[in-house]
Structures are given as structure tokens and as C-alpha cells.
């Protein structure tokens, strides 16, 4: 019934077989106990697996975790600019702050939170007095912050001239981060990366253009791939003298109102011009490289990381370009009707002469105020491509409406007319293009006059750097054993660079 199999013996090939396997699986214990005893022992080499499996499914992880935080900041940004109430908040949390320091110190830095219920201020000057009223030291709280309160314990009161410029999404606890620029030197630096550095450059000089009564801004050639503007020198040379004394009659005397120029890496020479007519108060400059004297610098990292050693700050900025330009468009379909981030002074509005503005395209054209022709261009910064049927199709019908040439007359009979006389040498000149609406001035030169604001070039996507952007809530399960701790730096070192900032900005 049963059934019985005959298994013959193994022959030599098999006993070989059998004989290496046997040496491979003996090799191989003998290496894994080695293993183990180079780790420490069995425990720290099964810790040592289990974080190498938690290291290699967040590193897969990571670019759906940076795609999260990148829109998270995006909409923080966003919300602040879309928030008519916002700018008023800020104001008066910064006011609020300057009445209850001492004379000396003041507030130069606010920070709203997401939900706009709490406002952070940092106060600047030697010796401030404690806290008063609503505020609280911020010290125990995630960065630098000094005073911290509640956004509905502040009262709104009357204040000094402000310009506040919203520079990013603080690090280490969300919110958006505005700075007043009208508390610091009138020149303000971004460095470091190039690509993160000019989308910060472009994201600030949008922001000042689309004030409703900001200063007017003058872009240098550079500055935009889209914006063939003047040259540098030409901007500069068209300023007052600063050693010329007192401002001549009809110049800007407010400092809200003085004329901004924005460059890119400018020479020394221009550097050391630009410091000098900032210090005379000829102009305030955005500055793409570094520049002598008392300014702001931020550097910028990479990944989007936003450092402002005088500040105090550290911040993340890859969606402050994109929050700026969304707003712009939206703005333009629908103007806002808002409290305004820039806050006039209480004296009568001066007019910047024609001779101390170039205008923003024709180097040979006698300048005008920009805030004279209506609503200005405004400096987009440069954005990822994408398409919006609605915008696309309300720009092209406001563009064709306003600057359509007339129909034609019908035509007549044809006549036999004389010889054409040879036309003089200033009507030689080809006839402007229908973009811009050619007014004539003195000495026969042309001012050419934007209609619509240019749009933005599409530049690379800004990159957030993963390492730099691990949640804190991971940081004591993904510790790995720390290496040698390099030599201190100063505040202004970029984490990417490596190199050490000969200057830092200067503490206001």
C-alpha cells in the first residue's frame, strides 16, 4: 500500500556543492559577527539598521514632503497679501512696540502668524526697557523674536513714516515676516546664490512698485532679463549731487518718497557712488551683490533659505516671488481696496523732478514722475511658467481695446501726386511701435510709455533644500551620531557657500 522511494547516494559534484554552500554561510557568519563587534554589540547594530530604513524611505519621501512645504509657505504669503487688514495689524503692532520702548530703540521686524491672532516684534537699540501692556518676552518661543502678543491687544495709533516689505516665511516658526525699511539704511543688500538672491531682488522691487503712493522705482539694465532698462550710470548721473549741498526746489524731500533704484551687481565703483548718494539721502538702492557703508544684507542659500544676520532673522523665501506676482495679477483684474503697506507722513506730498528720474526704457528721454502717468509698471519677478485662460483673456481684450489703431480711411481713386520731397532728418526716424504711446518733448526726444506691465519671465523653479528643512519633531529618531564640530563662524556664513562674509549688515 505504501509507496517507497529509493534515494541514491551524493555524488562527488553534489558533496561539492554541498561542501561550498556550507563554507559560504560560515564565511558569512563570520563576517556578521565581525560587523557586530565593530557597531558595538547586537543592539547598536540593530539600531543602525532601523535608522538606515527610516533614512532611505524619508529620502524617498522628501520631495513629496518639500512640495508640501514649498505651497504651505506660499499660502501663508498669500494670505498675508490677500488680507486687507493684514498691512494694518503689522502697522500698528510696530507702533504699539516703538511707544512702549525707550527713546533709542524701536521696532524694525514683524511677524504675523497664519492665522493673523498673533503678532511678534524685534526690537532694535541698546538697552530696551521690559515689556509692557499686551507684550510678552518672546525669548522661550522658536527664534529671535523679542516681544511677542495678541494682534487684538494692540491698539492702532500714530506713527512714523513705514515701509514694510514682506521678506519671507520665518523658519522656525511659521508667519509671514515683514521688515520696515524706513527703520534701516537706505540701502538694502541680497547676496549669496544668484538665483535665490535675484528672486528675492525682484519679489522686493515688486512689492515697492505696486505701493498705491510709493516711491517711484527705477530698474537698471540687469536687474530683469525682460526689463531692458538704463544703464546704471545713468541712473546714478542723474541724481543730485550729494556734495552739492541742501536739495535743490521741487526735489523729494520725504523719505517715502525718495527714488529707488534697483541694480544688479554693480562695479566698486558704483557701489561706492550708490553708498554715497544713500548716505546724503539722495536715494534709497536695492542692490543685487554687496555694498560699502551701512545697509541691510540678506544671503541667500540655495535651497530658498533667507539668512539676515542684523536682522536677526532666518527665513524661507523660494515662495515670496510667486505670493508676489500672484497678488500683482490678481490686483490687476481686481484693484485692491486696502489698507496700504506704505504709510505717507503727515507733510504735503513733494514732487520728484523730471531731471532726477530717468525714464524706465529711452536712456536719451527726459525722465518723468512715474506716479504722474497713473498706475506705474510693475517689476514682476520672475515665475515658473503656467498658463491662466482668464487672466490671458481679460489682458488680451484691455490690450487690444487701448491700443488699436483706428480703422482706416476707404480708399480713394488713385491720383497722380508729384514726387515725394525728401523728408527732413528728425521724421526719418521709424514709426513707434503700437506697445508704447510716444509723447513729444523738449529738444525732439520721445518718451516711451509702457501701457500694461510686462510679464514675468519664467525662470527655473526654486529648489528648497531637504537637508536644511527636516521637521524638529523628527530630529531625536533620525539623530545620527554627530560629527566633529567645525570652527565657529560669524552670523553671516553661508551653509552652502562655506564662505565667511567679510562684512555683515549693520545693526540699525
Given at each position: 500500500m505504501y509507496t517507497r522511494l529509493a534515494l541514491g547516494m551524493p555524488d562527488r559534484a553534489s558533496w561539492l556543492i554541498l561542501l561550498g554552500f556550507l563554507a559560504a554561510l560560515t564565511l558569512l557568519v563570520w563576517l556578521m559577527a565581525r560587523l557586530i563587534r565593530s557597531q558595538g554589540g547586537l543592539r547598536?547594530?540593530?539600531?543602525?539598521?532601523?535608522?538606515?530604513?527610516?533614512?532611505?524611505?524619508?529620502?524617498?519621501?522628501?520631495?513629496?514632503?518639500?512640495?508640501?512645504?514649498?505651497?504651505?509657505w506660499a499660502r501663508i504669503l498669500s494670505g498675508y497679501l490677500a488680507d486687507p487688514a493684514a498691512p494694518g495689524t503689522a502697522l500698528a503692532a510696530l507702533d504699539h512696540a516703538?511707544?512702549?520702548?525707550?527713546?533709542?530703540?524701536?521696532?524694525?521686524?514683524?511677524?504675523?502668524?497664519?492665522?493673523?491672532?498673533?503678532?511678534?516684534?524685534?526690537?532694535?537699540?541698546?538697552?530696551?526697557?521690559?515689556?509692557?501692556?499686551?507684550?510678552?518676552?518672546?525669548?522661550?518661543e522658536p527664534g529671535e523674536w523679542s516681544?511677542?502678543?495678541?494682534?487684538?491687544?494692540?491698539?492702532?495709533?500714530?506713527?512714523?513714516?513705514?515701509?514694510?516689505?514682506?521678506?519671507?516665511?520665518?523658519?522656525?516658526?511659521?508667519?509671514?515676516?515683514?521688515?520696515?525699511?524706513?527703520?534701516?539704511?537706505?540701502?538694502?543688500?541680497?547676496?549669496?546664490?544668484?538665483?535665490?538672491?535675484?528672486?528675492?531682488?525682484?519679489?522686493?522691487?515688486?512689492?515697492?512698485?505696486?505701493?498705491?503712493?510709493?516711491?517711484?522705482?527705477?530698474?537698471?539694465?540687469?536687474?530683469h532679463p525682460r526689463h531692458p532698462g538704463p544703464d546704471l550710470d545713468t541712473l546714478l548721473d542723474a541724481q543730485p549731487d550729494p556734495l552739492s549741498g541742501p536739495l535743490p526746489d521741487g526735489v523729494c524731500a520725504e523719505p517715502s518718497l525718495t527714488p529707488v533704484v534697483v541694480c544688479w551687481s554693480p562695479t566698486p565703483e558704483q557701489a561706492a557712488r550708490i553708498s554715497e548718494l544713500c548716505a546724503a539721502g539722495r536715494l534709497r538702492a536695492l542692490v543685487g551683490g554687496r555694498v560699502p557703508g551701512a545697509s541691510w544684507t540678506f544671503h541667500a542659500e540655495p535651497g530658498g533659505r533667507l539668512l539676515a544676520p542684523g536682522l536677526h532673522l532666518d527665513l524661507e523665501s523660494a515662495a515670496l516671488p510667486r505670493a508676489i506676482a500672484r497678488t500683482i495679477r490678481r490686483d490687476r483684474r481686481q484693484p485692491p481696496?486696502?489698507?496700504?503697506?506704505?504709510?505717507?507722513?503727515?507733510?504735503?506730498?513733494?514732487?520728484?523732478?523730471?531731471?532726477?528720474?530717468?525714464?524706465?526704457?529711452?536712456?536719451?528721454?527726459?525722465?518723468?514722475?512715474?506716479?504722474?502717468?497713473?498706475?506705474?509698471?510693475?517689476?514682476?519677478?520672475?515665475?515658473?511658467?503656467?498658463?491662466?485662460?482668464?487672466?490671458?483673456?481679460?489682458?488680451?481684450?484691455?490690450?487690444?481695446?487701448?491700443?488699436?489703431?483706428p480703422a482706416p480711411a476707404p480708399a480713394l481713386a488713385?491720383?497722380?501726386?508729384?514726387?515725394?520731397?525728401?523728408a527732413p532728418a528728425s521724421e526719418s526716424a521709424p514709426a513707434p511701435s503700437p506697445l508704447f504711446s510716444v509723447t513729444p518733448s523738449g529738444?525732439?526726444?520721445?518718451?516711451?510709455?509702457?501701457?500694461?506691465?510686462?510679464?514675468?519671465?519664467?525662470?527655473?523653479?526654486?529648489?528648497?533644500?531637504?537637508?536644511?528643512?527636516?521637521?524638529?519633531?523628527?530630529?531625536?529618531?533620525?539623530?545620527?551620531?554627530?560629527?566633529?564640530?567645525?570652527?565657529?563662524?560669524?552670523?553671516?556664513?553661508?551653509?552652502?557657500?562655506?564662505?565667511?562674509?567679510?562684512?555683515?549688515?549693520?545693526?540699525?
Open positions: 547598536p547594530t540593530c539600531r543602525r539598521i532601523v535608522w538606515e530604513v527610516r533614512m532611505t524611505r524619508r529620502a524617498f519621501a522628501e520631495p513629496f514632503r518639500v512640495f508640501s512645504r514649498h505651497r504651505r516703538d511707544s512702549t520702548t525707550d527713546d533709542g530703540c524701536y521696532a524694525l521686524a514683524v511677524q504675523l502668524s497664519p492665522a493673523r491672532d498673533q503678532v511678534r516684534v524685534v526690537v532694535a537699540g541698546r538697552d530696551p526697557l521690559p515689556p509692557a501692556g499686551p507684550w510678552q518676552k518672546a525669548t522661550a516681544w511677542s502678543a495678541p494682534a487684538a491687544s494692540v491698539d492702532p495709533s500714530d506713527g512714523p513714516e513705514r515701509m514694510l516689505l514682506a521678506v519671507g516665511v520665518d523658519r522656525r516658526q511659521p508667519g509671514a515676516v515683514l521688515v520696515d525699511w524706513m527703520r534701516g539704511p537706505a540701502a538694502l543688500a541680497v547676496e549669496g546664490d544668484p538665483h535665490a538672491s535675484r528672486g528675492v531682488l525682484h519679489a522686493l522691487a515688486a512689492q515697492i512698485d505696486h505701493l498705491p503712493d510709493g516711491p517711484p522705482v527705477q530698474v537698471a539694465r540687469g536687474v481696496a486696502g489698507t496700504a503697506v506704505l504709510r505717507p507722513g503727515p507733510a504735503a506730498r513733494a514732487t520728484v523732478p523730471a531731471d532726477a528720474v530717468p525714464g524706465p526704457r529711452t536712456e536719451a528721454a527726459p525722465p518723468r514722475d512715474a506716479r504722474a502717468d497713473g498706475q506705474r509698471d510693475a517689476v514682476i519677478p520672475a515665475q515658473p511658467a503656467y498658463t491662466d485662460p482668464d487672466f490671458t483673456a481679460d489682458y488680451a481684450a484691455d490690450f487690444d481695446a487701448d491700443f488699436a489703431e488713385p491720383e497722380p501726386a508729384p514726387a515725394p520731397a525728401p529738444g525732439g526726444a520721445a518718451e516711451e510709455k509702457p501701457g500694461k506691465a510686462e510679464t514675468a519671465a519664467p525662470p527655473e523653479h526654486a529648489e528648497t533644500d531637504p537637508a536644511s528643512l527636516e521637521d524638529s519633531g523628527d530630529d531625536g529618531d533620525l539623530a545620527e551620531p554627530a560629527p566633529a564640530v567645525p570652527p565657529s563662524r560669524s552670523g553671516g556664513i553661508s551653509a552652502a557657500s562655506g564662505t565667511t562674509n567679510e562684512r555683515t549688515s549693520s545693526q540699525p
